[in-house]
């Protein structure tokens, strides 16, 4: 039997068992995928022995998406540009690690709108972390042409432009009401409406009837800047899609069969985080 296992601490939150194991039962697939907190300093230990306790691969959750780093053996470019990990695999007999959250979100963006072409669109992020990061790399790949990121801390907002290029455009949140006229696909990569944090305050008037609107949060389920673009009638898409299309890649590496993130898992998951969701 195959297993896998998401690594943080804490990790009890964690809805990426319910995600694998869903897949595994529907794809009829005898694996088995678990939760394991894994303190700072076991982490080392943990993921030496990582086959030796009967583990294929992993995900890798906070704090340790930065350390584990040191314990893999290849890290691709989705890694390298955002500095840290989530999903561990083997090929070849390579202990290997990527970073899922940018093809995530990119494909969840695909799902909502097949076609999609980013070339010459301009893209406003909101927030600078690592989420921020992994969508920035991204959608360069897919040739957007510029991408503002609006940030609370101004600095984090510039190393992100240095370290990606000219294309990304750091600015202050005063900034934000001007750029809305032209933008095609704004992101909230904060965690502002997220459950317990304070509420996203945004006028979406200005945005072209055309634009798409992200929200990475997905607790609640749908967050109050998704309830207003739709209000507006704009494309709007949630985190739990993009939580869901994230998983993805690390069950076809353990698993060997790439699953379908279908609206009865949606429902499964959205459900657990909300009793109430229909
Ligand atoms: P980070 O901690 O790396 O970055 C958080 C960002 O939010 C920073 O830019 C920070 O600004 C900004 N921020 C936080 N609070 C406020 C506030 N009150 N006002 C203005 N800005 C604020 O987090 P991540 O990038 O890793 O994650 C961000 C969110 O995305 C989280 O809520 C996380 O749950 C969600 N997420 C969802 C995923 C999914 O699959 N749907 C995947 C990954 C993340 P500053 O720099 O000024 O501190």
Redesign the pocket.
């Known amino acids: 039997m195959k297993k896998a296992c998401v690594i943080g601490y804490p990790i009890a939150h964690s809805r990426s068992p319910l995600i694998h194991n869903h897949w595994l039962k529907t794809y009829g697939i005898e694996g088995l995928y678990e939760k394991r907190e894994v303190k700072p300093e076991d982490l080392r230990s943990f993921l030496s022995n990582l086959h030796q306790n009967g583990y294929v691969g992993c995900n890798v959750t906070i704090p340790h998406k930065q350390a584990a780093m040191a314990y893999v053996a290849e890290i691709d470019d989705s890694v390298r540009k955002t500095g840290s990990l989530n999903t561990i695999y083997t090929e070849n007999n390579i202990f290997k690690a990527t970073s899922t959250?940018g093809e995530?979100f990119y494909q969840n963006l695909i799902s909502a709108i097949p076609g999609l072409n980013l070339a010459g669109k301009t893209a406003v992020i909101l927030?600078?972390?690592?989420?921020?990061r992994a969508i920035i790399e991204r959608l360069l790949r897919a040739d957007i042409s510029n991408i503002h990121i609006i940030?609370?801390?101004q600095a984090?907002a510039q190393d992100l432009a240095r370290l990606f290029g000219p294309k990304v455009i750091p600015g202050p949140t005063a900034q934000l009401p001007r750029l809305m006229a032209t933008t095609q696909l704004l992101i909230n990569?904060?965690?502002?409406g997220?459950k317990g944090?304070?509420e996203l305050v945004i006028n979406l008037a200005d945005l072209p009837a055309s634009a798409m609107v992200a929200d990475?949060?997905?607790v609640p389920v749908k967050t109050n800047l998704i309830k207003l673009a739709e209000a507006r009638g704009l494309t709007a898409v949630g985190?739990?899609g993009?939580?869901l299309h994230?998983a993805v890649v690390g069950f076809e590496k353990w698993f060997g069969v790439k699953p379908v993130v279908t609206d009865e898992l949606y429902r499964l998951v959205a459900r657990d985080i909300d009793p109430d969701f229909i």
């Not at 927030?127 to 921020?132: D, L, N, Q, R, V």
């Open positions: 959250d995530g927030g600078a972390g690592g989420s921020a940030n609370r801390t984090r990569t904060t965690s502002q997220m944090q304070p990475l949060i997905y985190g739990l993009m939580l994230q």
